[in-house]
């Protein structure tokens, strides 16, 4: 599966961006999505994940109550609204698809990378 993520941009600290991950190749309902985020510097981390089916979604704590993860299976397409943005939130955004049996954290379980997309939230 090929993924394709975009949809970032410079936004304003409390503002919104959605981020798109849409899939070619391969039907996107046989994977679970995850979104990873890499600032410069840092380590790549887990920012958000679903299952296949939509009905499950797990986020990192410091995005939690703030971004939105969900699916349309129909249109092979995973999405990240991401609410009230802080600078903190500034990275490359990533999308990942895992043939795992279980949603992960572990960015090694992700066999399949989106090119990444940049995310910058201004102060």
């Known amino acids: 599966v090929q993924l394709q993520a975009s949809g970032g941009g410079l936004v304003q600290t409390g503002g919104s961006l959605r981020l798109s991950c849409a899939a070619s190749g391969r039907t996107l309902s046989n994977y679970i999505i995850g979104w990873f985020r890499q600032a410069p510097g840092k380590e790549r981390e887990f920012v958000a994940g679903?299952?296949?089916?939509?009905?499950?979604?797990y986020y990192s704590n410091s995005v939690k109550g703030r971004f939105i993860i969900s699916r349309d299976n129909a249109e092979n397409t995973v999405y990240l609204q991401m609410n009230s943005l802080r600078p903190e939130d500034t990275a490359v955004y990533y999308c990942a698809a895992s043939q795992g049996a279980s949603l992960t954290t572990t960015s090694a379980q992700y066999a399949y990378w989106g090119q990444g997309t940049q995310v910058t939230v201004s102060s």
């Open positions: 679903i299952n296949r089916s939509g009905g499950f979604t």
